[in-house]
């Protein structure tokens, strides 16, 4: 059995954004992003309170179950951190990963950010790291982050019914989208598209 591991954990630049491999140096831009809008009181997804973010960059950096798990902390170009993304469930084997654990300080939604996040992790993804498919999955009620997946032109696969139990005890219906590698020169396309309309001179223009 391979015991090295498949990703190695890159920088990745962008023009809105830089994503770079997430350390401790990070939490106290993490504090800040996610007070930004209060984002752990979304019973919805799990998001960290600010007194909990060591803990959070911890166990994100030690996976022994997804030793291939690759947390980034998204930063804009002045070097202020908006927030946190993950490669996760990563089955090398079957060159496959997820895309998810997503989440971005209030003032950074509903902007280019996003798109080009999703824009250098696929790149990546498929362009070095031969994937053959990558996933994204939410909860059913997260209206807004199955639209924004949407948008990005992946496709909906099928609902896990009562996938998952919340901390708060509610069951949760997860969505899962996939982006095949088929599909990514013209998603990529797509993707570029979407990051120009969204920008102006570098500014980061509001949806």
Known sequence: MCTSRW????TLEGRLV???PL???HVDGLQAA?????????WYTPIPPPEEMSAFVAANRNQPRDPDLTAFAVLDRSGRVLGTTRYLNVDRANRRLEIGGTWYAQSAQRTGVNTECKLLLLTHAFEVLNCIAVEFRTHW???ASRNAITRLGAKQDGVL???RILPDGTLRDTVVFSIVNSEWPTIKNHLHALRSSRSEG?????A
Do not use: F, S
């Open 161 to 163: 019914r009562q996938h």
């Open 7 to 10: 990703i190695v954990p890159p």
């Open 34 to 42: 996610v007070r930004d809008g209060e984002l752990w009181k979304l």
């Open 18 to 20: 830089r994503l770079e």
């Open 202 to 206: 570098g500014r980061v223009a509001p």
């Open 23 to 25: 350390t401790e140096n």
């Open 141 to 143: 009620i997260n209206l």
